[in-house]
Nanobody
């Protein structure tokens, strides 16, 4: 069994910063791509940022230059540093990871989500 546990969400004023963390635990042999998605009320879930096992990153245009994704492979953890936050960033943020428990079969896992609210 594999779990992704997120932390770091909360309420922040416009222009502020937050750092999200997501730790994977359980029966893990290898982790490939890890990423963050978000879903605002009434909208579809969208990719925010992703990072490959080799460290290649990919960002949504709306967050480029403001958000930074990183990972600590020794801790099976992915981070999302969010700067210059605006009300448009308000959403539930979900962690995602492609994980193999036996080096052969891969499965997509999701965290439970963490609320980020940007408001004055």
């Amino acid at each position: 069994q594999v779990q992704l546990v997120e932390s770091g969400g909360g309420l922040v004023q416009p222009g502020g910063s937050l750092r999200l963390s997501c730790a994977a635990s359980g029966s893990i042999s290898k982790i490939s791509t890890m990423g963050w998605y978000r879903q605002a009320p009434g909208k579809q879930r969208e990719l925010v940022a992703a990072i490959s096992g080799g460290g290649t990153t990919n960002y949504a245009d709306s967050v480029k230059g403001r958000f930074t994704i990183s990972r600590d492979n020794a801790k099976n953890t992915v981070y999302l540093q969010m700067n210059s936050l605006g009300p448009e960033d308000t959403a539930v943020y979900y962690c995602n990871a492609l994980i193999s428990s036996d080096k052969y079969n891969w499965r997509d896992y999701w965290g439970q989500g963490t609320q980020v609210t940007v408001s004055s």
